[in-house]
């Protein structure tokens, strides 16, 4: 099953996306997930360079590198139990906003668990909220 937003397949992550928040439905028993998931992820690798003197040194490289979002299918135990149990294309995958920021993903997936009330119903998958939030100015308003 491939994810959606407004209803529109997603092919491809807005070039600004940093990740985004979403949400997983069971369509059998309409048991939901709320979740959020990188775009990208930092890579470091090492190279090794000779300089003028002779001497060989190690110089790190950093890049990003494209998550596994196609193929994720959330971090829930019991989400993933059912899925292997009922199969992909028994659940829906939707995207609810694209963050620009890490830290916008963070605040947006917490608003949306807490407004949800994820850990006061059995309509959730969610078993904990773990939020860490940084910065004095997370959603900028253009």
Wanted: one cysteine or more; hydrophobic letters at 30%; a positive charge.
């Amino acid at each position: 099953m491939q994810w959606t937003y407004q209803d529109t397949p997603v092919d491809q992550l807005p070039e600004d996306c940093v990740g985004f928040v979403y949400l997983i439905t069971n369509i059998i028993t309409g048991k939901k997930y709320i979740g959020k998931k990188l775009a990208k992820f930092a890579k470091t690798t090492t190279k090794t360079v000779t300089l003028k003197n002779g001497t060989k040194k190690k110089k790190k490289i950093r890049s990003k590198v494209d998550s596994d979002w196609r193929e994720y299918y959330g971090s829930s135990d019991a989400l993933t139990k059912d899925i292997d149990t009922l199969g992909k294309d028994n659940f829906k995958r939707e995207i609810l906003f694209y963050c620009k920021s890490k830290a916008e993903c963070s605040y947006i997936e917490a608003r949306e668990q807490f407004t949800h009330k994820v850990l006061e119903s059995h309509d959730y998958y969610n078993g904990h909220i773990a939020v860490r939030v940084h910065g004095s100015h997370i959603l900028k308003k253009t």
